[in-house]
């Protein structure tokens, strides 16, 4: 059967009733890429977000669409000069990757224009009005110009190199996403008919972007430092009269690409694809708008870059460095008030952590609840000598990690095992540092399989308790094992020394070291072995539940939806009867609210002051309500490409504040939640009764607030429009 003509559904009926093409019930990954950064721009956009919160969230809109750029349109150029622009099949829409890529980059080019617009018109003359300002070279006084020269002589001008690019002096390796200057320039000596040369300066990336200036009138001043670094251009280029200069950056293809057949090792393979990304081809060059347009055409056809991938900037090249501002800034009033993460007590009769896990298992929801717990389970693991072996994945960790610590600390005296994933986009470097660092103290270091991700997030600690008898003590998560973005990523843990988990867990690590699998792993649910049919015959369960009139709901928690089996069990559970909803952040796939197909479906996005994380999945099971949390979205990738764990809740009192607490308050959001139209554009929630904020409502319960969701919004169903 073609990909354009298959229905969605298992029955007769089913398939009658969703006769549709497959483009008008699946939006394009990229495309609903794209709008999930909107919506973070639009955060930048919202005035009744302190100020300084506004300026981080633009900022990460351009580091966003970095990733975006370098990985997924990258992905697109390469397709076609390998020749699949004709010989791959239409994509959902009927594109070929060209036409897709063609649309995409348009989009991109009005998003950018977005992005400086609320810079310039709405970000800009509103720190202006908070005393903040950021300063052009030719706006500064007698005084602070002395201070930003200061500034230059002491510490830029030494790692400066100029090049003038000439028979010569090839044109330098730019590096991707370095900052640079190009200059157009003339030599004076040569008479008026010498051709004009290019010139460019890399601005080094050691140096603050943002250079603040002492103010005796109370602003909080700055100038970016290629700002100071352009203002100096004729000292490095004497000799050379400068006809334009211009801040620009490139952005080259940053995917890896490995061949296990020709790898000595995993590490050895991900390590020499390092060097290769920061010297791959160039796919977006931005430069400032005030370029002339011979500078920018010699440096397109140098980059080898078409028009449309060059992106002319309304203001600072890169405002995810605006970051910055955040931290400089000391003024606690234009940023989001602090917030102290509850911290976790030991039950009256317990001594110590195991003991409690002994007596009941502790589920912990970061930021609201203190990341410190998770750090200590592993830190007594390490120091415990009744502990006699650990077990732990690593995805992304931190500088200086406690849990890296004590890893370290255990490897001395332990038996500890460590699943580094090593190709964790972006952060490959610092994990071939500690996978070192943990061999060389002993730690016996893995690197999963070959081909799949290790995604999941365990620990497993194996102890002889005072009653000599020999148990296993796991914690089992949402997030990764990073303290730094356990303060602001909504995640899940459980820690639990219930054998019927454990004994699985274990499981999970003798397949990712030994790649043993096992007949089953109940009551997990492991990708990519039984996590994707399993999570089809839970949809499929409340849809036979729905037939035969029993109790039949679903509400699923995740970053993306994307995997096409998932959704065709998503629309076949609404044609049955079954309410749906999905608290979907990013990417999202699935058309809501279509006729004969999803109308029983919801699907809200929340973004926020924290970045929703977690992944929490509630089947209403014929009225026996289950529960599952765990580190895997509804996307092919995390289904079929990666090692990841789904494990249930079945201690009543956690399944109760998941389900009356925490998935309730997302559900009643009307503050931060944003609906998923049939269309793919995203609208607010109604305003109907008081402003309700979830992320707000659980700061306040962590502090102590004693505060119920809304009735009212609990209960309501907000249809699309």
């Known amino acids: 059967m073609s990909a354009t003509k298959r229905t969605i559904g298992n029955s007769a009926s089913a398939k009658k009733a969703t006769a549709k093409t497959v483009e008008n019930l699946f939006f394009s990954r990229d495309e609903s890429w794209m709008r999930f950064n909107q919506r973070v721009l639009e955060e930048a956009q919202d005035e ?17 669409l970095d990733e975006f750029v370098e990985i997924r349109v990258a992905g697109f150029l390469q397709r076609i000069e390998d020749g ?18 063609d649309g995409l980059m348009e989009r991109i080019h009005h998003f950018v224009e977005a992005q400086y617009q609320c810079w310039n018109e709405q970000l800009l003359p509103a720190m202006h009005a908070a005393k903040i300002r950021v300063l052009r070279w030719s706006q500064l006084s007698d005084a602070a110009r002395k201070q930003a020269l200061d500034f230059y002589e002491d510490e830029v001008d030494p790692l400066l190199t100029p090049v003038t690019i000439d028979p010569s002096h090839p044109f330098p390796r730019v590096l991707n996403k370095a900052l640079c200057i190009g200059l157009l320039l003339k030599h004076k000596r040569r008479g008026v008919k010498t051709a004009t040369a290019l010139g460019v300066v890399t601005v080094p990336r050691a140096l603050p ?7 005796t009138d109370g602003n909080c001043d700055f100038i970016l430092l290629h700002e100071l670094v352009e203002s100096q251009v004729e000292r490095m280029y004497r000799g050379y009269e400068v006809l334009s200069r211009s801040a620009f950056r490139v952005t080259r293809n940053s995917n890896l690409y490995m061949q296990e057949e020709e790898s000595r090792s995993v590490l050895e393979s991900v390590r020499a694809e390092l ?11 931005e430069i400032e708008s005030s370029a002339i347009e011979e500078m920018v055409e010699r440096l397109r056809i140098n980059f080898e870059l078409e028009p449309e991938q060059v ?9 995810s460095r605006l970051m910055n501002l955040y931290s400089e800034v000391k003024q606690p009033q234009l940023k989001y008030p602090a917030f102290v993460a509850k911290e976790f007590k030991l039950s009256a009769k317990s001594t110590d952590i195991f003991e409690e896990m002994r007596k009941r298992d502790v589920m912990l929801h970061h930021p609201f609840d203190s990341y410190k717990t998770v750090e200590e389970f592993i830190e007594a693991g390490a120091q415990d000598p009744s502990v006699i072996s650990m077990k732990q994945t690593l995805y992304r960790t931190s500088k200086d990690s406690p849990i890296f610590t004590a890893l370290t600390e255990a490897g001395q005296s332990k038996e500890v095992t460590v699943v580094v994933e090593l190709m964790a986009r972006f952060d490959e470097d610092s994990n071939i540092r500690w996978a070192r660092e943990l061999e060389d103290a002993g730690v016996g270091v893995f690197h999963g399989i070959f081909g799949l991700k290790t995604h999941c997030k365990l620990s497993l600690l194996v102890r002889r308790d005072p009653d000599g008898v020999v148990r296993r003590y796991a ?20 820690l639990t020394s219930k054998p019927e988990l454990t004994s699985e867990v274990q499981k999970v690590f003798n397949y990712l070291t030994a790649e043993t699998e096992s007949e089953n792993y109940k009551p997990l649910l492991v990708a990519p072995l039984t996590l994707a049919d399993g999570l089809v015959a839970l949809i499929e369960r409340e849809a036979a539940h729905a037939k035969a009139g029993r109790p039949a709901s679903i509400i699923a928690k995740m970053n993306g939806l994307l995997d096409r089996r998932t959704v065709e069990a998503l629309y076949a559970a609404s044609t049955a009867g079954v309410e749906i909803d999905l608290i979907v952040r990013g990417m999202c796939s699935l058309r809501p609210g279509v006729k004969g197909v999803s109308e029983k479906i919801r699907v809200r996005s929340i973004v926020g002051r924290f970045l929703e994380h977690s992944r929490i999945f509630c089947f209403a099971n014929g009225g026996k309500e289950e529960i599952y949390c765990g580190s895997a979205d509804w996307m092919p990738r ?7 764990v789904v494990f249930p809740i079945t201690q009543p009192d956690i399944h109760k504040r998941l389900r009356e607490e925490i998935l309730a308050a997302y559900l009643a959001d009307n503050t931060k939640a944003r609906f998923l139209q049939p269309d793919g554009e995203y609208e607010r929630a109604p305003t109907t009764g008081a402003p309700f904020s979830a992320q707000n409502y659980l700061m306040r319960i962590a502090e102590g607030a004693e505060e119920k969701v809304p009735e009212a919004a609990k209960h309501e169903k907000i249809t699309a429009h």
């Open 84 to 101: 699949y622009n004709l010989a791959q099949p239409p994509d959902e829409g009927g594109l070929t990757p060209q036409e897709r890529l």
């Open 209 to 215: 972007r943002l250079v603040p200036l002492k103010s």
């Open 275 to 285: 060097h290769n990304r920061r010297k791959g081809d160039a796919v977006r060059m």
């Open 311 to 319: 992106f002319k900037t309304d203001g600072p090249v890169n405002l």
């Open 638 to 644: 995390n289904l079929i490409e990666r090692c990841e």
């Open 48 to 64: 009744t977000n302190p100020l300084l919160e506004r300026v981080k969230f633009l900022a990460i809109t351009a580091s966003n």
């Open 475 to 494: 914690h089992l998560g949402t997030g990764n094992y990073n303290p730094v973005t356990a303060r602001f990523y909504t995640d899940i843990s459980l």
